[in-house]
């Protein structure tokens, strides 16, 4: 079954303890991306990625870390947590010019 | 950065109604998609319409694209309690991005 999933689902953490969010795909995507989600102001981008090894910024990348050494796999990192990072989290990945498949989200609360 | 912009912000239907989302974008595109998100969950793909294309109907739903006003629109015909949830323009050419949404609401 063609999916993205994200793990952990749900997340509770302190202020500073680092964290990872881990994101894999069984399609052979090259493009994956992260978002947050916070009431109001929609999906936002944080990181992208083109292909392995290949990495950009989103709209809103401060706060995080993200790296592509496999192409199924698209981890993204909190190295020092904090309260205005928590939020709904989501992985995406696709084909450029064609649908793109979401994993469930991860829920993160730092507090 | 958030190329569509969703219109309006929320709309509230009785079953059986028809609802009409609009998009607008401010660049050029390849095709424009229709993502579904159902409270908290990851989004779902509904439908894309290619540049060249002006309407486009799967379903219930159809799909128009004016590539001279920068706008789209999304119609849910007959619509009924379970198409509650978030809906999304985006596009997807040197990188996924959407707007903030249409929230749906729709009344049995």
């Known amino acids: 079954e063609a999916q993205v999933t994200q793990n952990p689902r749900y997340l509770i953490t302190v202020t500073g303890k680092k964290l990872t969010v881990t994101c894999s795909q069984n399609m052979n995507h090259e493009y994956m991306s992260w978002y947050r989600q916070d009431p109001g102001l929609g999906l936002r981008q944080i990181y992208y990625s083109m292909n392995v090894e290949v990495t950009d910024k989103g709209d809103v990348p401060e706060g995080y870390k993200v790296s592509r050494k496999e192409k199924r796999n698209f981890p993204l990192i909190l190295e020092s947590p904090s309260p205005n990072q928590t939020s709904l989290y989501f992985c995406?990945?696709?084909?450029?010019?064609?649908?793109?498949?979401f994993g469930q989200g991860t829920r993160l609360t730092v507090v | 950065s958030q190329q569509g912009e969703e219109d309006p912000q929320a709309l509230s239907i009785q079953e059986g109604e028809n609802a009409t989302m609009n998009c607008s974008y401010k660049t050029s595109i390849n095709n424009l998609q229709w993502y579904r998100q159902n409270s908290g969950r990851g989004l779902v793909h509904l439908i894309l319409?290619?540049?060249?294309?002006r309407e486009k109907h799967s379903g219930r739903l159809r799909v128009t694209l004016d590539t001279s006003k920068k706008s789209s629109s999304l119609l849910i015909t007959a619509s009924r309690a379970a198409d509650t949830a978030s809906y999304f323009c985006?596009?997807?050419?040197?990188?996924?991005?959407f707007g903030k949404g249409t929230m749906l609401l729709v009344s049995p």
């Open positions: 985006a596009q997807f050419y040197s990188t996924l991005t």
């Open positions: 319409i290619r540049s060249n294309e």
């Open positions: 995406a990945s696709g084909r450029l010019n064609t649908e793109a498949f």
